[in-house]
């Protein structure tokens, strides 16, 4: 009896570990498309020495964005995420200068140790690799997981190599390689359409920038965490100056501006500096020119690729 007993035992561990073995390989052939990986994933696993659960994570999140973030989109999930951290993803606001800048940056780059610049302890490289510039646009997974979501949603950009190409290949129906010229239009709708842009970081995409996201605070789960209370995004480094004589009173700015800095009293726009992120939207939408952003050391240094790689 006891030889049967321990013959189903093992007849039962080897079943258990064929379906785990099916459903690892059916999940590897989704997302790979095929059975040996691409060029880019063997370059994205070798890119840095993470942990093996951390490139995992990675590969899963890179490669299903969608898959990765849909917890983010339920509310009893969220609950229970009592100690939500910013450590380890993040973002940068940019205005549309800077966001311009990153996209058209058109020779090899290296800058770490950016702590002036992305406050965080982890995940803050910029790590540009020849080809540059080497653009890419994808939906955005956010918009994506969202039934009345903002259109369009091919607007979010991934940016330098390995992560163009890998998106390339596991999203071939979701993202295309796109030029530096089609980059910037997508960033200027985008800010016509009054979004915001973002640089984004995160520690298990081997703790680098990878992309810019064009976002809204109805869609934008980062955002949406930012709002509730998580300090996910780093200020752009600049604040807005308002020529009074010059302002129609039109509330304009106030109305565009995602994080309720503006109001209006007595027809003129006050600006709460604590809840301002300086990303210049109330400047690109004042119909007057009455608007205007200077530099704001004490609320950090802007990301301008331009000036940091000098």
């Known amino acids: ?30 997302m790979e498309r095929k059975f040996w990986p691409h060029q880019s994933t063997i370059e994205f696993w070798n890119l840095s020495k993470l942990p093996l659960a951390k490139k995992v994570e990675g ?30 993803y993040h973002g940068k606001m940019l205005t549309k200068q800077d966001a311009a800048k990153i996209v058209m940056t058109n ?44 259109l369009p949603r091919d607007v979010c950009l991934v940016v330098g190599e390995p992560y163009t190409s890998f998106v390339i290949d596991h999203q071939p129906d979701r993202s295309r390689r796109i030029t530096v010229t089609e980059a910037l239009d997508i960033i200027a709708a985008e800010e016509e359409r009054g979004h915001i842009h973002t640089a984004w970081f995160k520690d ?3 703790n680098r920038f990878y992309c810019i996201c064009n976002c809204c605070s109805c869609c934008c789960l ?24 010059d302002c129609s009173g039109c509330g304009i700015c106030a109305s565009t501006c995602h994080f309720k800095a503006l109001k209006l009293e007595n027809d003129l726009p006050l600006l709460d500096d604590d809840l301002c992120m300086g990303c210049g939207l109330c400047v690109s939408h004042c119909p007057a020119d009455a608007i205007e952003l200077t530099l704001a050391p004490t ?3 802007p990301l301008d690729i331009q000036k940091l790689s000098q």
């Open 1 to 30: 009896m006891e030889t049967k007993s321990s013959g189903f035992e093992i007849m039962n561990i080897f079943a258990v570990l064929t379906v785990w073995l099916v459903v690892l390989l059916a999940l590897w052939l989704k």
């Open 222 to 245: 980062g955002m949406q965490s930012y709002l509730r209370g998580v300090p996910r995004l780093a200020h752009s480094g600049y604040s807005p100056v308002f020529s009074y004589d």
């Open 107 to 150: 020779q090899p780059l290296v800058l770490s140790n950016m702590d002036h610049v992305i406050p965080y302890p982890i995940a803050k490289d910029i790590i540009l690799q020849a080809p540059v510039p080497s653009l890419a646009v994808v939906e955005c997974p956010c918009r994506a997981l969202k039934k009345d979501a903002c």
């Open 299 to 301: 609320k950090g240094i």
């Open 59 to 88: 590969y899963i999140y890179a490669a299903r964005a969608e898959w990765y973030l849909k917890p983010a989109t339920w509310t009893w999930f969220i609950r229970r995420m009592k100690n939500e951290s910013p450590d380890t």
């Open 204 to 206: 298990v995409m081997h």
